[in-house]
Structure formats: structure tokens, C-alpha cells
């Protein structure tokens, strides 16, 4: 199955959408459940719509089952762990004292997914497109950063603080995980995108499921009541976070990790345009600021990219 060329596009709005309605669900759920158990609702109660759209699209394809080799295990597993450490080191930055610092620099995983895309995963940027990330980069910087009393220079100057490279591990765990991803996707002999990317997603899951299920269990089994008394809210967390990496595993099939990364940081749009409709909370100028930074980014992004 051929893709259009700008299908990656939408694909990867829709994705920061849904992944942005996931989001604010489990930030309820943080309330009832641990930081682990909030991160393994997303994957558990999402592999069982995750193996139903992958069971639909090898039903369409009509094709026997893809030799699965161990490069392909090797990528997904580094994707999926990546991944869950990347949310564990950003959740962890909540605690420090200088979170904002922390959650600033993680909020440069766009950038260091160029970055490492083209040292190690032979994916080229060009000269535009590196502007167009940058740019955004720096707007999502200012909107994380506008509601506190830092500024650009103390920022710079605090990068040897602890959370500051907290962050920055945390946003090349990201980067890590999208081009693995990708990486993945590409090696399976398939030509339909849609099944490999549906492939690789359902292996990433179903990895992240059985390692969170277990450590739970392990660890804090009455966490288990807890998740079926709030049973409707995980639901919720699971269709929109296997909805959403659906999107991406799709959108990293069809376009480069870095570009689909820094359209992806439109979801900091919703999340501000959610925050004045729903709770009537208006934006500052420098939030305002970065929202332009990051709306000229993604038109440069897509007119150049």
C-alpha cells in the first residue's frame, strides 16, 4: 500500500491530540494510583485495541506473518524501554526543586532527535529543516517556562543543575525511542505501512504491558484494586494512548523521527487552547510567544521540511 507523501502530517496532529486527552486523564488517575502504576494503565489497558487493529490488518493484507528477526525484537525492546524510562525520568522531575529547569531542557527532545538521527540512524536534516526545529524547540522552551521567574539566561546558566540533565536524559530517552521505532518499522519486509508500523507498535506494547505488570505486581499488588475502581478513566487512558501510538508508529514509518517530533510539539497548542476554553486560564505574553515560535516552526517545517 502506497502512502501519500504529506499523510504523515495529519497523522501526527491526530497523535498529539489524542495523546494530549491522555494526558490530562492521567493526570486524574495520579491522584489515585503511583507514577508506575498511572504509566502501566496506558499500555495495559491499550494491548488489547492494540492487538485488535494489528489482528484487522493482517486479516486485510491477506499475507502470512512477517519473519520477525532478531534486529527487529532488538529495536522495538530498546524502543519500548526507552520509552518508559523516558516517562519515569520526566515524572521524576516533578520532585526536584528546580523541576522547571529539568522539564525545560526535556522539552528538547525534538532537537535531539535530529541530533542523534543523524549521527546514528542515518536520517539527514536539511539546513531548513534544522530551522524549523530549533525554532519550535525554543517556543515549547518558552511556554514551559513562562509560568515561572526563570529566564533565558538563568536557564543557560543552570544546565549543570541536576534536573537540567535530568531532562536532558529524559528527552534523549525520547529521541531514543522514536528512531528505534523507526528503525523497526523500515527493516520489516512489508510494503504495506500501515501492518508494519501496526507490527511494530503491538511488539513495543506488548513488552512495555508484561515489564510494568509484573513490576506492579511485584512491588504493590493492591495497586490492581485501585486501577478496577477506576476502571472507566483507565479505559479512557488506554484507547487514546493506543490511538495515539498507532499515530506514531504510522507517522515514524512514513516520514524522518526528528520532523514528526517537532510538528508533534503542536500539541503544547492544545494544551493552552484547552486551558483557556475549559478552565478560562489566559495565556501570558511569553506563552503567547512561544506559540508563535512554534506555529512558524511547523509552517516552515511542512513548506520546507
Known sequence: MAALPWLWIPITIFSAFVQNIRSAAQKYLTSELSTISVTM??????????????????????????????????????????????????????????FAVGTAYARTEAFLTAILGALFFGEAVIIYGWGAILISVIGV??????????????????????????????????????????????????????????????????????????????TNPRQYLVVYKNWKVCLLVGITSVLGTIGWATAFTLEQAAYVKALAQVEFVFTLAASYWFFKENSTPKELCGIALVILGIILLVAFG
Open 141 to 218: 522552551v518558552l511556554i514551559t517556562i513562562a509560568k515561572t521567574d526563570l529566564k533565558g539566561g538563568q536557564l543557560i546558566r543552570l544546565f549543570r543543575d541536576k534536573s537540567a540533565w535530568i531532562g536532558v536524559i529524559s528527552g534523549l530517552s525520547f529521541a531514543v525511542a522514536s528512531l528505534s521505532m523507526r528503525k523497526a518499522s523500515l527493516i520489516l519486509g512489508i510494503d504495506d505501512f500501515l501492518y508494519r508500523a501496526g507490527l511494530t507498535m503491538i511488539f513495543m506494547l506488548t513488552m512495555q504491558t508484561v515489564v510494568l505488570c509484573a513490576y506492579v505486581a511485584f
Open 41 to 98: 494503565v496506558r499500555f495495559l489497558f491499550g494491548l488489547p485495541f492494540g492487538l485488535l487493529y494489528v489482528w484487522f490488518l493482517h486479516a486485510r493484507t491477506a499475507q502470512p506473518f512477517p519473519e520477525i528477526g532478531s534486529s527487529f525484537l532488538a529495536l522495538t525492546a530498546t524502543a519500548g524501554a526507552a520509552q518508559i524510562a523516558g516517562t519515569a525520568l520526566l515524572v521524576y522531575l516533578f520532585s526536584l526543586r528546580n
